[in-house]
């Protein structure tokens, strides 16, 4: 109605879709999300199995659900920054379900029952898990404390990374060692271990080859480092 009503001579150019643009990211959320969860399980289903995919693929709905949230709670709307957020932990939030879920299936091959199994693999990994959970979580923490213009743009990042991550942690700990241990109690097909066996063997070879020649991969990494 606005153009309509513009005087005789005067044209309006629109140069910029804010509303449009935010859709467009949150399109991609999805997409990638979708996708992601995708390629999480079906890698999980290449090297660990369908139900062990399947069981460890649940943080990342988990996550999202929790965020989104939290997110309300903070009066934060899903805008462009809080998507970037979300794009950023997408792939994070699993690493360390991946873990525990690889560890339990080391033990079910070893002769563990199930249960002991889903115990001892929390027990086994939950340090480095946490370190490697809170080294990412505290490198974000400067953004919440800081009272600069710029943080306070970014605010919704942290809070996203820091919430998504630690119910991560939360699940991975407490909720996923319980479902191995109700549905996944028979250990991975000998024809997938036999593949994994030979993947194995290749790494090997190419990392004792690496060993020998260390210092000229040492100083080409280098020197490629220094050329970036």
């Known amino acids: 109605d606005e153009f309509k009503n513009a005087p005789s001579g005067v ?26 969860i995708i390629l999480v399980v079906l890698t999980l289903m ?4 369908g139900k062990n995919a399947l069981m460890t693929s649940f943080g990342i709905p988990l996550a999202y659900g929790v965020t989104l949230f939290v997110l309300d709670l903070n009066n934060i709307k899903i805008d462009l920054i ?3 957020g979300m794009l950023i932990v997408l792939g994070i939030v699993v690493d360390d379900a991946i873990i525990i879920a690889e560890q339990y299936s080391q033990n079910i091959e070893n002769g563990q029952s199930p249960k002991d199994a ?3 693999a929390v027990l086994k990994c939950w340090i480095p898990i946490t370190g490697a959970t809170l080294t990412t979580i505290i490198a974000f923490v400067p953004i919440m404390l800081s009272d600069d213009g710029l943080s306070n743009i970014l605010f919704a990042i942290p809070i ?9 942690l939360f699940e991975c700990f407490f909720i996923l060692p319980n479902h191995l241990a109700h549905f996944v109690k028979t250990p991975i097909d000998a024809k997938k271990l036999n ?11 190419f990392l004792s080859g690496v060993l020998k020649l260390r210092y000229i991969f040492i100083i080409s990494f280098v020197t490629f480092m220094a050329f970036s």
């Open 11 to 36: 044209s309006y150019v629109i140069t910029g879709d804010g509303p449009s643009y935010i859709e467009r990211q949150i399109n991609a959320l999805k997409s990638n999300s979708l996708l992601g």
């Open 118 to 120: 889903a115990t001892n």
């Open 195 to 205: 593949a994994l066996d030979k993947m194995k063997g290749l790494y090997r070879s």
């Open 160 to 168: 996203v990374v820091i919430t998504a991550l630690s119910v991560s």
């Open 46 to 49: 290449l090297f660990l199995g």
């Open 82 to 84: 809080s998507v970037i």
